[in-house]
């Protein structure tokens, strides 16, 4: 409808929910200087999101976040994320 490509509103998705759980801890998000990052967040939105995620994405995730600290970092907030707006009541 808004002519924009799956793996984009992933990553906006990853965005969002990572600016969510900053929002709710109070804290500012730095910047990010992986030039993978997004790709990174494609991925980890997808397989929390329970999608399908092709296995070598997933092995070049697991190989990434292996050397990259900005990419550790945003895996181990978008669980927190996850599990933070899932759990939040919507009044």
Known sequence: ?????????CAMLARARLAFRAKLR???RGEEGCVDHDQALQVLA????????PEDDVNWLFAHIAGCES?????SEMHEA???YRAWVWR
Do not use: K
């Open 46 to 53: 997808r397989g929390l999101d329970r999608e399908p995620v």
């Open 71 to 75: 990419c550790q970092r945003a895996h």
């Open 82 to 84: 996850s599990v933070v």
């Open 26 to 28: 109070g804290v500012v």
């Open 1 to 9: 409808m808004m002519g924009l490509e799956a793996e984009a509103v």
